[in-house]
């Protein structure tokens, strides 16, 4: 059973736009929302997280909104740029002690010019 | 001056064979994961070991045994390989408590014939 799912599978945006990348999730127990940005080639690494008491942080163009009664989170990326290009994971994760990262299906992300 | 690095990063085998891969984190971290991304680029933990100790232990055929001679280290040896055995393994460590210093490898390319 699949516990966390993303949408869209795959994304391709004009350089400059808004990419918008839409995780939701079955477990109320998680309680870290974190995307994970992977090139080709490459192990996953974090991109930004957020912990449910707030429902959007920002850090340079990458935001997450977090809806925690939909039991939804997403991922927009402003001006998008061709170095963007990878696939972009959700993975939340429940609390101390069980640490372990609940990986989404994926979103392959295409920038072009 | 790698953070997580593992050995090797492509291992072709004959079905039937046993292998190990390795990996080592040079973070002081005291956890410690395997992952396994398969062809669909789906990504789903395997184990987990905190100070040495295995903490996390999902359905994976015995087959599979983890070891983790220090908290440095985590290897995972594969006997009797089989041809869905083959995808890329990527290693984690993080200290227990902050998930944000999850940190992967670059992965082994395991590719069973």
């Known amino acids: 059973q699949q516990q966390v799912k993303q949408s869209p599978q795959s994304l391709i945006v004009q350089k400059g736009g808004i990419s918008i990348i839409n995780c939701a999730y079955e477990?109320?127990?998680?309680?870290?929302f974190p995307w994970y940005q992977q090139f080709p080639g490459k192990g996953p690494a974090l991109l930004i997280a957020i912990r449910p008491d707030v429902s959007e942080k920002k850090e340079g163009r990458f935001t997450i909104s977090f809806n925690k009664s939909a039991k939804q989170f997403s991922l927009h990326i402003m001006d998008s740029q061709p170095g963007d290009s990878a696939t972009y994971f959700c993975?939340?994760?429940?609390?101390?002690?069980?640490?372990?990262?609940?990986f989404g299906t994926g979103t392959r992300l295409t920038i072009i010019p | 001056d790698t953070a997580v690095s593992q050995t090797p990063k492509y291992l072709v085998t004959q079905m039937g064979n046993d292998k190990s891969i390795k990996c080592e984190q040079n973070l002081g971290h005291d956890t410690m994961y395997w992952y396994k991304q398969d062809s669909k680029k789906f990504l789903k933990i395997m184990f987990s070991?905190?100070?040495?100790?295995?903490?996390i232990n999902e359905t994976v055929p015995n087959r599979f045994s983890p070891k983790s001679p220090d908290k440095a280290h985590l290897n995972l040896h594969i006997n009797s390989l089989e041809l869905g055995d083959s995808a890329v393994y990527f290693c984690?460590?993080?200290?227990?408590?902050?998930?944000?210093?999850?940190?992967f490898g670059p992965g082994t390319r395991l590719l069973v014939l």
């Open positions: 477990n109320t127990a998680f309680d870290y």
């Open positions: 070991y905190n100070n040495k100790e295995l903490i």
């Open positions: 993975a939340p994760s429940t609390g101390f002690g069980n640490e372990k990262l609940t």
């Open positions: 984690a460590s993080s200290q227990r408590g902050n998930r944000e210093t999850q940190y």
